[in-house]
């Protein structure tokens, strides 16, 4: 059974930096796309970031590319979200996702919630102005 455990949540001021991280067990996660959503209250869970299982990256264009890097160490198998000079409206619970076996190599629509077969429990990040 896939279980992944977010991590490194937590209450910050505007301008400041955290990073997230996700493990996966139950499997490797070296392979595997894995991905970063947030839900805000109210509103819809979106896409934020991925890496394919060979390492290729892709970020939501309009509010977070040049701020957010996403990452995995394989060893670990854990991926991270590194965020920085963090705005009030990056305020939302955080999750991270894989794919099934059978979208281990899935590179177009890797940004769609629909591809994901397994999620986390989500944290929480909270930004003050």
């Known amino acids: 059974q896939v279980q992944l455990v977010e991590s490194g949540g937590g209450l910050v001021q505007a301008g400041d930096s955290l990073r997230l991280s996700c493990t996966t067990s139950g499997r490797t996660s070296g392979n595997y796309p894995m991905a970063w959503f947030r839900q805000a209250p109210g509103k819809e869970r979106e896409f934020v970031a991925a890496?394919?299982?060979?390492?290729?990256?892709?970020y939501r264009p309009d509010s977070v590319k040049g701020r957010f890097t996403i990452s995995r160490d394989n060893a670990k198998n854990t991926v991270y979200l590194q965020m920085n000079s963090l705005r009030p409206e990056d305020t939302a619970v955080y999750y991270c996702?894989?794919?099934?076996?059978?979208?281990?190599?899935?590179?177009?629509?890797?940004?769609?919630?629909?591809?994901?077969?397994?999620w986390g429990q989500g944290t929480q990040v909270t930004v003050s102005s």
């Open positions: 890496i394919t299982w060979s390492g290729g990256t892709t």
């Open positions: 996702a894989t794919t099934s076996s059978g979208r281990r190599f899935l590179v177009a629509g890797i940004q769609q919630l629909a591809v994901y077969d397994y």
